[in-house]
């Protein structure tokens, strides 16, 4: 069957194909991905503005999907007119996106429903306006083509894109530990067997790809600054500044890194700007090392622990080179018997293929949404606790 899948809870406009089969394990290969970014908007302001964010999804949902389609060769040909009760529910759907609404009526209205057999879309956690815009696009296309609806969650998408590929069940084996390291969240979950989760652990303040973007404007680097940090990094030495690394010692599974950031603050602000300059890379590197060593350590406990088969590890930081190739020695030194799974770099950072992965997963099982009351839940938690 095929997935549609809808990803605005943050800066990208995204939209993705899957085709999916099989209830338990599933095998999904992706048909189309596509994505608009915003970054160069958000860049001047630093960060994601959340307003900025839900306009420029108004304006880029309609063209990435019609792409998208054009991807899977849907046909493409006018349709007979649409009910009047069905034009009004879109219009009350669509009643704070005027844009939106306008390129709905001309572009999408007159299309013969395409090829999909399920729409999956973010409704949580993320930006609230930014959320919104997809899933009221989701819902609007849902009651256009009756076609049905599945909400989703962010994180666990992160996780979920860990499954994209025909071969799942070889490289996924339960109970398995998924560390999600993005912008906004930073998680231990254990997954004692698919689509069950528990919370072991999270960032008690920022976030390790907030950390990568604070760190990056106080080195006088752009937004976002994972990947800033981490190409200057690679011309610098991880121990030339002995950044802090706090949580090590706890016994929980939780992270800080708002006292790494205040360390790299401290060190910055006694610098001269040329002192600065000369010393970038070697900032960059021992910072990044600083993050990468708390990771790998809190991961490798919680393994160990819970006697995992298989580590996972998804968000935008779970692209970082670095990152990806330490936690994975480390888990073939110290848990040789344990597998090691990270998506390609490109489905760790927010895509909309990871989002039809969760959802076809879970509509596998039966689960649906109703596109008259699925709503945005800006602070979502992917499992209680534990
Ligand atoms: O998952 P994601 O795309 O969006 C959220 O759900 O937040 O994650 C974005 C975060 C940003 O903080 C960005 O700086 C960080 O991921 N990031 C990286 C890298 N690429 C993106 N951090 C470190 N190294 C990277 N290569
Ligand atoms: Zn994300």
Known sequence: MKILGIETSCDETAIAVLEGSGTGY?????????????????????????????????????????????????????????????????????????????????????????????IAVTCGPGLEPALWVGINFARALSLLWDIPLIGVDHMEGHISANFIGEDSEQKIQFPALALTVSGGHTQLVLMPKLLEYKLLGETLDDAAGEAFDKVARLLGL???????????????????????????????YNFSFSGLKTAVLYTVREMSENELKKKTADLAASFQQAVIDVLISKTLRAAKEFGVKTIVMGGGVAANAELRQQLRQAVEKNIPDSKFQIPDSNLCTDNAAMIAAAGYMHFAQGERSDWKTLTADANKIIAERV
């Open 26 to 118: 599933p095998h999904l290969r992706i048909l189309a991905d596509e994505i608009s970014t915003q970054i160069e908007i958000h860049r001047e302001y630093g960060g994601v503005v959340p307003n900025l964010a839900k306009r420029e999804h108004g304006r880029n949902l309609v063209p990435v999907f019609l792409r998208t389609l054009k991807k899977i060769e849907s046909k493409t040909k006018k349709t007979k007119q649409i009910q009047n009760s069905k034009s009004e529910a879109i219009k009350k759907i669509f009643e704070r996106e005027d844009e939106l609404l306008k390129q709905f009526e001309k572009e999408i209205l007159p299309l013969e429903k395409p090829d999909l057999d399920v």
């Open 222 to 252: 752009p937004y976002p600054g994972g990947p800033e940090i981490a190409r200057v990094a690679q011309d610098g030495k991880t121990d030339a500044f002995d950044f802090p690394r706090p949580v090590l010692t706890s016994k929980d």
